[in-house]
């Protein structure tokens, strides 16, 4: 069950980081992670990483996963960047309150993070669930953000238009039946959460224990995340308060958000229009494929509807680029990757 990303881009970013950004192998894993008490109460666990006098960088993860799942990613940002990976309420070091878990009290809990570490103003990326509360954050405290990355998300589902309109799909298909029916201590090695952290390629290390990170989050709060929120899931209501210049990534291959949601993002966010950057590409070989493609991220160029109706994949990129040819500091699979990271932060700059 290819769960959020299939081939898409924070996974694959994360994998050529792996290979690419040595991490310290004798030190225990999330040892980076910290702990601070937000103005709320609220303890929220994090892991900064970077040199201070760089410009900051917020990255807000998807659901059941936390600050650990992109430490590769973290890593290769610091390069440039300031970078904090929060575990969002409920997720990871974070306190794990029975309520509230709308897209405004994820967002509130960041802005309260920037607060307590004195940042006027950061880059504010989001992967998936972390996607909706970085747009959300942009709405609603447009002047703390910089520029916006909105990584394999959505602009929401529209309420109901009556009682007797059909319900939506499972958020997760088949596995949405699976989470109702979980139970503590939920099993990190069960099929489900085998099923649930099945990520082609992913180093198996970070998934044995990334499987553990969601494992104690409690049965009856990955039930509540969900149910709650569905209270604010249309984030077409607040799209035009965001005024940061924007850069959607996603992957063609997506089985949890589709090409229906990336277009109607491209629709609604309103600096998405002159500062859009699609990672879009059918790979027919690595010659050539790199430049192309950071010519293209780079100058976030415009892609037309028709365009995105015909081609919006990635077609195991990785595949070819990675297992293929490997990465190392000579091959220009290094710059794609810099190029992936970078491009969502370079706007107007």
Known sequence: MRRLISLAVVVWVTMLATRGVAADAAAPWGAERKSTVLASGMTMGYVELGDSSKPVLVFLHGFTNSSLGYLPLGRLLAVRYHVFLLDQRGHGATDKPECCYTRLDYAHDA?????????????????????????????????????????????????????????????????????????????????????????????????????????????????????????????RSTAKKITAPTLLLFGGKDALFNAADNKELMVWLPHANHALGIVAWRAVGFPGLVDQFVGEISQFRQVSTDEFALGIVFDRLLDRVVHAHGVDAGDPGLHLKLAVVDAGLVIGE
């Open 111 to 235: 802005k309260l993070f920037l607060d307590k570490m004195g940042i006027a103003r950061a880059h504010v990326a989001g992967h998936s669930l972390g996607g909706m509360v970085a747009q959300t954050f942009a709405a609603f405290w447009p002047e703390r953000v910089d520029k916006l990355m909105v990584i394999g998300s959505t602009i929401g589902r529209r309420s109901l238009p009556s009682p007797d309109s059909p319900p939506y799909p499972p958020t997760f298909g088949p596995l949405d039946a699976e989470i109702r029916a979980l139970k503590d201590p939920i099993d990190p090695d069960s099929a489900f959460m085998k099923a649930w952290w099945e990520v082609p390629g992913l180093d198996p290390q970070i998934q044995y224990h990334m499987r553990r990170e969601s494992a104690r989050i409690p049965a009856h709060l990955w039930r509540a995340m969900l149910d709650q929120g569905e209270v604010s899931r249309d984030l």
